[in-house]
């Protein structure tokens, strides 16, 4: 039996507030035409209307409600506190494989990334071997779980069964890997995608007091 652990803080996050996103795009906060922005979970960077940033964000429009931004030709609106990912061609995949995170008020590192293309909400966990999600969330991606081997975990609310997987992608930032292992999890108990060792291991990682930089080695 494989042992997994779960952060049991992590059940409580349904009936908490979520945290900002640190994902491709997040919005800190707006201004009559002005908007305060995280690219790629970076420090926040304050862009007026028509300013472009070097990741190729450019903000179309603002106010104290919303601001628009287009990427590689598409538009997306976003309020304050909402995140967007976007596909890392947009960028021109200049960022090298490489992605900054920030962590919460809580410590724990959060990001909007990808899962065989769509998009999903990740928490960052070294305790977990693997990529560790929800059967709820495993049908909503597409990804047909049981198929996989059946087996059984132990977490921090006891042992459940999981069937284990290959996920063809998985991106975060301006990082994909491939073909990487998970564990879906029967029900709906796990409200976030857990990035595991399965994809951790394939990066260099250097944390910085609230940062952590991920730098794709294979």
């Known amino acids: 039996m494989q042992n997994l652990r779960l952060i ?4 409580l996050l349904a009936l ?11 919005v800190v906060g707006l201004f009559p035409n ?3 922005v995280s ?17 190729g964000v450019r903000l179309i429009s603002a106010d104290s409600d919303s601001a628009t931004f287009e990427v590689g030709g598409k538009r997306q ?8 990912a976007v596909a890392t061609t947009a960028f021109g995949g200049g960022g090298g494989g490489t992605v900054t995170l920030t962590a919460d008020a809580r ?3 959060f990001t909007t990334g990808s899962i065989n293309g769509n998009t999903v909400r990740f928490m960052v966990d070294t305790g977990a071997s693997s990529v560790v999600l929800s ?6 991606l597409g990804v047909n779980y049981l198929s996989g081997a059946r087996g059984r975990s132990l977490t921090a609310n006891g042992v459940v069964a999981v069937y284990r997987v290959k996920l063809d992608t998985v991106r975060v930032g301006d990082v994909t890997a491939n073909n990487v292992d ?8 796990l409200p976030i995608v857990l990035l595991g060792m399965s994809f951790l291991n394939r990066m260099e990682m250097k944390r910085d007091g609230v940062t952590m930089t991920l730098t794709k080695r294979y």
């Open 39 to 55: 690219i790629h979970g970076g420090k926040p960077r304050t862009l007026s209307v028509g300013e472009s940033t070097p990741e």
């Open 16 to 26: 908490a507030p979520a945290p900002a996103s640190a994902g491709d795009i997040n």
């Open 34 to 36: 002005k908007a305060v």
């Open 182 to 189: 998970a564990e879906v999890l029967e029900g709906d108990r």
């Open 135 to 140: 059967s709820t969330e495993a049908r909503r």
């Open 107 to 109: 410590g724990h590192f």
């Open 77 to 84: 609106t976003l309020a304050a506190g909402q995140g967007a």
């Open 8 to 11: 049991p803080a992590l059940f």
